[in-house]
């Protein structure tokens, strides 16, 4: 009963490091999200996909990549890690209109 | 203007009280509509869907206004695990996804 995972939970980055944020599901849904929290905010939006090889750009995508190769899966990478990324990054899986997430990973950078 | 309006509170409230928070959404072909709750450092979890004919589960009631662009949340007999962040959610784009998040509003509610 795994639903969305999320690898890692918590990870210390020096500025100019970079580093993948692992995310996968095992409902087999359609549509992944990665979201950015910071304190005392919503969540924003950084990129999404509607399906295995189709990303598209959320809210706020500068400094992230993303890649959709399996239904499964969705790596969020950070190039060149800034203080302005430090956060708590949910990623998130739908079939329908009910949005279900992983338990977050907090990054900071230093 | 934020797409999703919440007033962030915090609302203190003691047990057993009714409490009820507002949004506000900017975009009027805005098609779904839901709460989320999140509790502290984790994340965020459905908590009911908003219908246009106003829907309730057990202690909460959702009601939706399209003509003012309103949404709210009731709680009535506020108990100690409802302290939480309630996030109100708008999905502007049919069953592809994209949710828009507000800034959420948090709940005490004390002894």
């Known amino acids: 009963n795994a639903g969305v995972t999320q690898t890692p939970k918590f990870r210390i980055l020096k500025i100019g490091q970079s580093m993948t944020l692992q995310c996968a599901q095992d409902m087999n849904h359609n549509y992944m999200y990665w979201y950015r929290q910071d304190p005392g905010m919503g969540l924003k939006l950084i990129y999404y996909?509607?399906?295995?090889?189709?990303?598209d750009k959320g809210e706020v995508p500068n400094g992230y990549n993303v890649s959709r190769s399996t239904t499964e899966d969705f790596p969020l990478r950070l190039e060149l890690a800034a203080p302005s990324q430090t956060s708590v990054y949910f990623c998130?899986?739908?079939?329908?209109?009910?949005?279900?997430f992983g338990e977050g990973s907090w990054l900071t950078v230093v | 203007r934020k797409e999703v309006e919440q007033d962030p509170g915090p609302f203190n409230v003691p047990e057993g009280a009714t409490v009820a928070f507002n949004c506000t959404y900017s975009?009027?072909?805005?098609?779904?509509f839901f709460w989320y709750r999140q509790d502290c450092r984790k994340e965020p979890k459905l908590l009911m869907s908003v219908y246009s004919s106003g829907n309730e589960d057990g202690r909460f009631t959702a009601q939706l206004n399209r003509a003012s662009q309103y949404i709210s949340l009731l709680i009535r007999d506020s108990k100690l695990s409802d302290s939480a962040t309630y996030l109100c959610?708008?999905?502007?784009?049919?069953?592809?996804?994209?949710?828009?998040f507000g800034q959420g509003t948090t709940l005490q509610v004390k002894p």
């Open positions: 959610v708008v999905n502007n784009a049919g069953n592809t996804g994209k949710l828009i």
């Open positions: 998130a899986s739908s079939y329908d209109r009910e949005e279900y």
């Open positions: 975009n009027s072909a805005s098609q779904s």
């Open positions: 996909s509607v399906g295995a090889g189709i990303t």
